[in-house]
C-alpha cells in the first residue's frame, strides 16, 4: 500500500468505490473499515481522520497507537451537538485511549464560531474523511463507529493522487490556522 501511495503522488488521480453493507455482484466489496486501516498502516507522514461519532473501535484505536509509534503525525477532527455540551466530546475523548488523546492533535468546531440559522441552531462537524500523507484520501458517509464498520450501508470513495488530498489538508490546515477549528 505504501508504494502505491508513493507513486499515486506523482501520477493521475484515482477513484475507488468503497461499500460496506450486503453484498452485491455490482460492484466489488472492499469495506470502509478494510479501507481505513490499509491508509493507517501505509501513512508514513501525517494523517487526518474526521469523523462526526467515535464509539466501540478499540482495534481502530490499536492501529492509531501503532501509527503514532511509527512517528506519524495524527489530527482527528471531532463532531459534536451543541446540545450535549462538551460531554460527546469528553466521550469521544475516552473512546480515542490515553495514548491517541495524548499525543495526537484533537479538533473540533467551537460552538461560538458555527453558523447558525434563523432559529439559532448551529451547524455541525458532520465530515467523515482520512487523508495520509496528502497523497490518499477517503471521503466516506461512515463514522467511526462498530456499526459503521459492521453492519450498516457505508458509501466512500478512495482517491489516490491528484490535488484533491492535499486540497482536504489544507483546507484543515486553514480552519486550524484561522480558529475555526481548535484544539480540544
Request: net charge neutral; proline share 4%.
Amino acid at each position: 500500500m505504501l508504494e502505491v501511495a508513493l507513486a499515486a503522488k506523482h501520477s493521475a488521480p484515482t477513484a475507488e468505490l468503497v461499500w460496506t453493507g450486503p453484498v452485491t455482484a455490482a460492484v466489488p466489496r472492499r469495506g470502509t473499515e478494510q479501507v481505513l486501516f490499509d491508509m493507517i498502516e501505509c501513512t508514513s507522514r501525517r494523517l487526518t481522520i474526521m469523523s462526526f461519532g467515535v464509539f466501540k473501535v478499540p482495534r481502530l484505536i490499536k492501529a492509531l497507537e501503532e501509527a503514532l509509534a511509527r512517528g506519524v503525525q495524527l489530527r482527528v477532527v471531532l463532531g459534536d451537538r451543541e446540545s450535549q455540551g462538551n460531554l460527546e466530546i469528553d466521550h469521544q475523548r475516552h473512546e480515542l485511549g490515553s495514548v491517541v488523546t495524548a499525543r495526537a492533535l484533537l479538533l473540533y468546531w467551537s460552538p461560538q464560531r458555527r453558523i447558525r440559522n434563523e432559529n439559532g441552531h448551529a451547524g455541525l462537524m458532520h465530515a467523515k474523511a482520512a487523508v495520509a500523507d496528502s497523497c490518499i484520501a477517503f471521503l466516506t458517509s461512515a463514522n467511526l463507529t462498530e456499526a459503521a464498520f459492521e453492519r450498516n450501508m457505508e458509501l466512500g470513495v478512495l482517491i489516490r493522487g491528484g490535488n484533491l488530498p492535499s486540497s482536504i489538508d489544507r483546507l484543515i490546515d486553514a480552519l486550524t490556522d484561522s480558529g475555526e477549528l481548535q484544539p480540544v
